[in-house]
């Protein structure tokens, strides 16, 4: 069965472990980072579970600053509970996972939940492969982010409710 969660410290180990399994470890977040962050903001990880199994999830802060910038990913206090943005830092499926449509459902999550506390929209980097992608959520490119992150060329992209 399937079910769709936030996060809390003791799933730190799951998170981590499937972030290394989805990204180089270049651009990875640290098992250190996401402590960081399960402190500061893991009302807004969104967790997929198959039974006891994580499966897939995105995380992202909440801020009034319009820009994802690399700052963020690392410094999880920067995050702002009255914030306008919700930012979108990972979004993880597990290899074995992939294409059965499980980050659309946590992305859609995602954006019911800023939507039903009241911010402006949501923002997210992305590679290029992943623009049409996003687009079918309703999110816009706004061309080439300020983001290094990993030295890979990011799009930002937007969705305003
Ligand atoms: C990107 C990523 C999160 C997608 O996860 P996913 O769970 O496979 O995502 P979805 O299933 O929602 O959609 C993926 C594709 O499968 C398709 N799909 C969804 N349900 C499907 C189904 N039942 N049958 C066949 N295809 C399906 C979607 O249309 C989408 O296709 P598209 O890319 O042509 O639009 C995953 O590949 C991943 O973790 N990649 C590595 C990390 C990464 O790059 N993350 C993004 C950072 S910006």
């Known amino acids: ?3 769709i969660r ?3 410290m003791s799933d730190l180990d799951a998170v981590a472990s499937v972030e290394a399994e989805c990204f180089p470890p270049a651009e990875a977040a640290t098992k250190e980072e996401f402590a960081e962050r399960l402190r500061y903001y893991g009302d ?5 579970f198959e039974d006891d199994k994580l499966i897939a999830f995105v995380d992202g802060f909440v801020t009034d600053e319009k820009d994802l910038t690399d700052e963020m990913y690392e410094k999880a206090s920067m995050h702002n509970e009255n914030g306008a943005w919700q930012m979108i830092f990972g979004v993880n499926t597990l290899p074995a996972y992939r294409k059965q449509g499980y980050a659309g459902e946590l992305i859609r999550e995602a954006i019911r939940t800023a939507k039903n ?3 402006k929209g949501l923002v997210l980097t992305c ?5 049409p992608y996003y687009t079918k ?3 816009q490119n706004e061309g080439i982010s300020g983001s290094v992150h990993g030295n890979v060329v990011w ?3 937007r969705l305003v409710f």
């Open 1 to 3: 069965m399937k079910i």
């Open 6 to 8: 936030t996060a809390v």
């Open 44 to 48: 807004y990880f969104w967790l997929m």
């Open 117 to 119: 506390q009241g911010r």
């Open 127 to 131: 590679k290029d492969a992943l623009v």
């Open 137 to 139: 959520f309703g999110f």
């Open 155 to 157: 799009n930002q992209m």
